[in-house]
T-cell receptor
Framework: DTAVSQTPKYLVTQMGNDKSIKCEQN?????MYWYKQDSKKFLKIMFS???????INETVPNRFSPKSPDKAHLNLHINSLELGDSAVYFC????????????FGSGTRLTVV | QKEVEQDPGPLSVPEGAIVSLNCTYS??????FMWYRQYSRKGPELLMY????GNKEDGRFTAQVDKSSKYISLFIRDSQPSDSATYLC???????????FGTGTRLKVLA
């Protein structure tokens, strides 16, 4: 029944490791996003895909690589994790331009130690 | 200067009060405006969306956009303790696919 689901919910890992976060939506939306929320609650867009095509790629280190196998799935792989990558990562989906709002997942809390 | 400014709060009000939450912005191209509510350790959930200027009402919530002043507001009538959350504004220019979020205002409604 969940509209946008992310796994895992929590991720604790050591510096230098590689990790992945998965996202799936069952709303029939054609656009998906990754947002990063820092400790001050600031939500910043990282990437957006429309029908498997990358349409937004903000200034994000290339250690972060998104992948969209189909329009219902958007994954995020992070290489060589750093302490500063600790944050909550939210997946979201919407219609093409998001004019009717985004539906967010419940977030993945990443802690790098 | 950030593109979207929002007072972080916390804003504490008694139950039943009218709450006013505000955002200012600098980009005159913004045309789509949204308000999200985020409970602790949860994802943001959409409350209201509006296009261009004007008011929109949904139950106890009213969203206002004043493009001439680059100012948007969310009013909550008859506030309840369950309204205690962080409220985020977000806005976008046409065709950009990208919403810029404010930093959120933490609201506490005291029973």
């Amino acid at each position: 029944d969940t509209a946008v689901s992310q796994t895992p919910k929590y991720l604790v890992t050591q510096m230098g490791n590689d990790k992945s976060i998965k996202c799936e939506q069952n709303l029939g939306h054609d656009t998906m996003y990754w947002y990063k929320q820092d400790s001050k609650k600031f939500l910043k867009i990282m990437f957006s895909y429309n029908n498997k095509e990358l349409i937004i790629n903000e200034t994000v280190p290339n250690r972060f690589s998104p992948k969209s196998p189909d329009k219902a799935h958007l994954n995020l792989h992070i290489n060589s994790l750093e302490l500063g990558d600790s944050a909550v990562y939210f997946c979201a989906s919407s219609n093409r331009q998001g004019n009717y709002g985004y539906t967010f997942g419940s977030g993945t809390r990443l802690t790098v130690v | 200067q950030k593109e979207v400014e929002q007072d972080p709060g916390p804003l504490s009000v008694p139950e039943g009060a009218i709450v006013s939450l505000n955002c200012t912005y600098s980009n005159s191209a913004f045309q789509y405006f949204m308000w999200y509510r985020q409970y602790s350790r949860k994802g943001p959930e959409l409350l209201m969306y509006t296009y261009s200027s004007g008011n929109k009402e949904d139950g106890r919530f009213t969203a206002q956009v004043d493009k001439s002043s680059k100012y948007i507001s969310l009013f909550i009538r008859d506030s309840q303790p369950s309204d205690s959350a962080t409220y985020l504004c977000a806005m976008s220019a046409s065709g950009t696919y990208k919403y810029i979020f404010g930093t959120g205002t933490r609201l506490k409604v005291l029973a």
